[in-house]
T-cell receptor, first 110, second 114 residues
Framework: RKEVEQDPGPFNVPEGATVAFNCTYS??????FFWYRQDCRKEPKLLMS?????NEDGRFTAQLNRASQYISLLIRDSKLSDSATYLC???????????WGAGTKLIIKP | DAGVTQSPTHLIKTRGQQVTLRCSPK?????VSWYQQALGQGPQFIFQ???????QRGNFPDRFSGHQFPNYSSELNVNALLLGDSALYLC?????????????FGPGTRLLVL
């Protein structure tokens, strides 16, 4: 089992729709969680940190469920520019190392 | 405020050769992490440098080595290159002394081994 697992997709979603991704992590000691987005042939860019109380930034909402060991990302009113690969990251615990998922590819269609 | 910079942007080597990649962290950051990202995969952690020492290491062979300089910049060295080393090499900086785990990435070096 991978330490951080994501559905690779692709998710094909019409513009304006709401889309949600989940990501599961295996290390219960993980303390820090992030979502990054990565455009084709570019470096990952931080989208948002994920806090225990949840986190909202405009059209984006991230949630953490410690009991079930997953984090989620919700994108409302999706735009064509949201097309990218979304990477889930879990870290902290005893070794401070960040573990990355393989990413979920999102394609927003007009 | 300069972000994370990496050089070179692209590199072509042949099997058995050695390569050195360079990274300058974001201003105010003291920690550099290196990742290897193969096509269609997430970044795989190679190692992390803080205070000029390797702090953490991922599951990579000794052919992968690094260094951090007093100005916090860092190098990644790969010896005896294999075809499978072809990948995007990403450098990420963070501020460990500032208590931050959030990592900011450079544009990467795309390495092709022939």
């Amino acid at each position: 089992r991978k330490e951080v697992e994501q559905d690779p997709g692709p998710f094909n979603v019409p513009e304006g729709a709401t889309v949600a991704f989940n990501c599961t992590y295996s290390n219960s000691a993980s303390q820090s969680f992030f979502w990054y987005r990565q455009d084709c042939r570019k470096e990952p860019k931080l989208l948002m940190s994920v806090y225990s109380s949840g986190n909202e930034d405009g059209r984006f909402t991230a949630q953490l469920n410690r009991a079930s060991q997953y984090i989620s990302l919700l994108i409302r009113d999706s735009k064509l520019s949201d097309s990218a690969t979304y990477l889930c990251v879990a870290g902290g615990g005893s070794n401070y190392q960040l573990i990355w998922g393989a990413g979920t590819k999102l394609i927003i269609k007009p | 405020d300069a972000g994370v910079t990496q050089s070179p942007t692209h590199l072509i080597k042949t099997r058995g050769q050695q390569v050195t990649l360079r990274c300058s962290p974001k201003s105010g950051h003291d920690t550099v992490s290196w990742y290897q990202q193969a096509l269609g995969q997430g970044p795989q952690f190679i190692f992390q440098y803080y205070e000029e020492e390797e702090r953490q290491r991922g599951n990579f062979p000794d052919r992968f080595s690094g260094h951090q300089f007093p100005n916090y910049s860092s190098e990644l060295n790969v010896n005896a290159l294999l075809l499978g080393d072809s990948a995007l090499y990403l450098c990420a900086s963070s501020s460990l002394s500032g208590g931050g785990e959030t990592q900011y990435f450079g544009p990467g070096t795309r390495l092709l081994v022939l």
